[in-house]
């Protein structure tokens, strides 16, 4: 039984390391266009009420990619949106003694997915248990933040693991196809020349050298 080449070996393990890597990185994205998704959104001109069942600290992104919920409290039509500049908005949180959330100015968040895109504008920190009433305005009519927490899709662990490995996988397989093509030089080196070929001491179909010809005689005329 033949074994199998270095190069061959190295095929097998590019290929399945650039698998894993595109799994994960599949993976990562689809778990946080889930996470997105389920992010509270308030469109410009309405006013939304919250109730917060996990305290911490919240971030408030402009969207470019949305799809917008129909809010019946402002006469919001349900509607996707996708726009080409991130939106000036205006947020204020009011908790349920009345009192004005502090918020702070941020630029340190946004992501990029299939779904909705956003960008942070601004975070508070929002208590366990309390109920919240966010208004949005802006100039732009199709103007909608979304409300949850802080997410950088290109710091997420399985993304950057899946990219990590997807290289990896790139430059095994580029050592094996170096390894294939020097195997196929090789051995087309090493074919043996058949008596009867171009050479010299082989001349085409058994002819004879300049040096042992002579022109025909009498006899071979007759």
């Not at 939304?48 to 799809?67: D, H, K």
Request: aromatic content about 8%; overall charge negative.
């Amino acid at each position: 039984m033949r074994s199998r080449s270095a190069a061959f070996w190295l095929w097998w393990c590019g290929g399945l390391l650039g698998a894993v890597g595109l799994g994960l990185a599949v993976a990562s994205v689809l778990r946080d266009s889930a996470r997105v998704t389920d992010f509270v959104r308030v469109p410009a001109g309405c006013v939304s009420t919250i109730e917060v069942t996990e305290g911490g600290r919240y971030y408030f992104y402009s969207e470019t990619l949305a799809e917008i919920p129909e809010v019946g409290s402002c006469s919001n039509d349900g509607r996707r949106v996708d726009l080409d500049t991130t939106p000036d908005v205006e947020i204020e949180v009011i908790d349920g003694g009345g009192e004005s959330v502090e918020m702070v100015a941020v630029s340190d968040a946004s992501y990029t997915l299939p779904e909705h895109e956003g960008r942070a504008v601004f975070r508070a920190t929002l208590e366990s248990g309390s109920t919240y009433r966010i208004a949005v305005a802006s100039d732009v009519d199709d103007a909608v933040v979304a409300v949850g927490p802080r997410l950088v899709p290109e710091e997420q662990p399985l993304l950057i693991v899946g990219a990590v490995l997807v290289l990896a996988s790139l430059v095994v397989m580029t050592i094996a196809f170096v390894l294939t093509m020097r195997g196929r030089r090789r051995r087309r080196s090493e074919i043996p020349v058949h008596p009867g070929g171009w050479g010299v001491e082989s001349p085409p179909f058994g002819s004879a050298t300049n040096s042992e010809w002579a022109p025909p005689t009498p006899q071979d005329r007759a």
